[in-house]
């Protein structure tokens, strides 16, 4: 018998005193239970395929998924490869969530009222199905499902050219080797994939940071600094903790269910942060039925409904997905999470480095998801390092599903050597910045669909301007709504010929917009809902905002909505619009525009008013926090959150994304903002949309709202003698 100390500040986040990591697990096991308990059998029953028994016939699509391509089977037989020290790892952590459960087992959070069952203990493997099911949507199988489908019902050459054009985007890392062409083999990749659909009937994640050497801040050592971009959902995904034992002094961002802090964290010496390295992860193929072998049937229950039977199998190059298992063609795919994921090793080696290139070496056999790294210590480097397992494929593959055949499967194919993945320490400009950029023209190919470099581009021309940085200036950075994407599309808007009062006014009014969406903003309002009405245009005229690949349904209507929303400006701006149906010339095209310009603000007008001096960017971008469960059990309808209105969009540093199905409205944002200041740790801070608990009522839920609608950081206490200044609680719990 052993114990933990356990203090909590004035936001409820826990701080753990171990004695040895044995018992620093168990206790992260034991708080991630008490504040996020709920969301975690959530995650686990979506990973094992079980969510409909909770939600009904709602869940069974996913389920359906989840079950198919084989997250529990995957995470089982990886747990079972795992090294000594990680497994007890994941067998201390599991300890302690067990321990809470006992404990509290008839005082569960509200949402297990609406279980039809209790939570079941956890199990060590647990923490590897978790992982893996918050990531297997980020990679390119929606993008590839999504550009399949738009192939085939509008043709390659459209699909395309809606992928805009990859050397406009910025690059992280210089130039070192040979190019690589992102557009080898385009046209022929998709004209063949298209003919190989002809006969079939979440979220990738965003986000920003930067690292700023001491040559360039006001101490004379690093600061690190970012906000990462998902759905805003509750409870949020990232957890705040602390935890202190012989061995390590940690603090960050961790995911509720796994142990240790695979995105955001600093120890004594030195800090690290990701972002998505948007990599080309996952392959999905065109196969007969035949090829699926290995066929086994399961039983899906669904709550209030009949059970739903479904059958399982693989082709040699994947598991089968989607499509008529009895008739064909089929579907299926390949993902680098499927086989011998490794990403847990990495945990704890993390926590021991103490300097950037031991940060580096411990996620040496990182393999989900492709991650662009930064870390920053305490003797002084900055640096920048691609982590993941990245498979360099076919060009034909990195477009859209591909013929199920020898060429295009992943046989015979190691992973790019870590060591030729890109990395860069201490830049002679003093700072590096990633944001879903393009990383680099040279070196292993990692994606065809990287974000625009807007959000990039803007955090360098800010730290540019600055010398001598504080944590101070680096909250300023994480507030920015100055877009670098508008102005293109603004012109595009201030040279049409409305034929409405209201239109021109609307014109007008873009046409002296200073590109800042604020949330008073009117030109913001114009702008977006243009955006909008031009992608819903290009929906009609090519079928490419619902289609269907496989089944109905996939792509899932969020990514085919957000999807659409990017590439119809694509093809605004960088052309390709005079493929769609009836649009041929530049003065097709205006009187298209003009047109759509017309009958989108007349439609806002009628909810609106006529006057567009009264139109606010803050009334219609309302930021979306669903509850899982709140938004599929009417009975749980009190669990949802508040909706407020949100400055920013998708392309600005301050993240509020939009997509076509939610018109204006934010669906995803900063699922948390922090500033590592390596010169006095206890400088840091930090802040989560909602509040650390993901319990409704318990005083933590929602009590960081305030702080993070206003762009504010609350301090990252991590000294022993902050800790006790802060602590508003003090327990010793006994394990």
Known sequence: MTSFRLRRDRWGIAHVTAADRTAAFTAQGYCAAADRMWQMEFDRLKATGRWSEVVGASGVREDTFFRRIGIEAAARRDWEDLSDDTKAMTIAYAAGVNQWLSENFDELPAEFEHHPFAPA????WHCNAVYKVR????????????????????????????????????????????????????????????????????????????????????????LLAGDPHRGIEFPNVYYQFHMVCDEFDVIGLSFPGVPGFAHFGHNADGAWCITHAMADDTDVYVETADAVTGRRHEVIAVRDGEPVEITCGASPRGPFILGDIETGPVLCTNWTGLTA???????????????????????????????????????????????????????????????????????????????????????????LVTANNRISDHGPYISLDFAPPSRHDRIVELLGEIRSATVDDMTVIHSDVQSLFAPDVCQIIADLQPATDLGLAARDIVAAWDHRLTADSIGSVVYAVFRQAWATEVDHRSGARSPELGEAGWPRTLDASRM????????????????????????????????????????????????????????????????????????????????????????????????????????????????????????????????????????????????????????????????????????????
């Not at 203990?121 to 060590?124: G, I, K, T, V």
Request: aromatic fraction near 6%; charged fraction near 20%.
């Open 341 to 431: 994921d490794t990403t847990l090793e990495c945990l704890l080696p993390m926590l021991l480095a103490g300097s950037c290139g031991e940060l580096e070496e411990a996620v040496r056999d990182w393999v989900i998801p492709a991650n662009s790294l930064l870390t920053a210590d305490t003797a002084g480097d900055i640096s920048y390092k691609v982590r993941g397992r990245i498979i360099e494929r076919p060009p034909a593959n990195r477009w859209a599903p591909v013929p199920g055949d020898r060429e295009h499967s992943w046989d015979g194919l190691e992973p790019v050597p870590f060591d030729d993945l890109q990395h860069w320490r201490n830049p002679a400009r003093g700072f």
């Open 121 to 124: 203990p956890w199990e060590p």
């Open 564 to 735: 659409l929303l990017d590439a119809s400006t694509n093809l605004l701006l960088t052309g390709g619009w005079d493929l769609l149906p009836g649009i041929k010339t530049e003065d097709e095209l205006g009187v298209v525009l003009s047109g759509l310009l017309d009958n989108a603000v007349a439609e806002l007008a009628a909810t609106m008013g006529d006057d567009l001096t009264q139109w606010r960017w803050g009334d219609q971008h309302v930021m979306l926090s669903p509850h899982p469960l709140a938004a599929a059990r009417p009975e749980a309808a009190d669990l949802a959150l508040p909706v407020t209105g949100v400055p920013g969009d998708g392309e600005t540093v301050r993240a509020g994304s939009v997509a076509t199905m939610f018109g204006l409205r934010s669906y995803s944002s900063s699922v948390a903002r922090y500033v590592f200041d390596s010169a006095d740790w206890d400088n840091s801070g930090w802040i989560v949309p909602h509040g650390v608990s993901g319990v409704r009522g318990s005083g933590h839920d929602l009590d960081q709202r305030g702080a993070w609608l206003a762009c504010e950081l609350i301090p990252m206490v991590y000294s022993a003698d902050a800790v006790d200044d802060h602590s508003v609680t003090d327990l010793t719990i006994e394990i």
């Open 135 to 222: 990531h297997v949507f980020m990679g390119t199988l929606m993008r590839k499902l999504w550009r399949g489908a738009v192939a085939r019902s509008a043709g390659p050459e459209l699909a395309r050219r809606m992928r805009g054009e990859p050397g406009a985007a910025t690059a992280i890392v210089p130039p070192n080797g040979p190019a690589v062409d992102l557009l080898e083999g385009a046209a022929e990749a998709l004209a063949a994939s298209a003919d190989a659909l002809a006969g079939i009937p979440d979220v990738d994640g965003a986000s920003n940071s930067w690292a700023i050497h001491g040559s360039r801040t006001a101490s004379g050592k690093p």
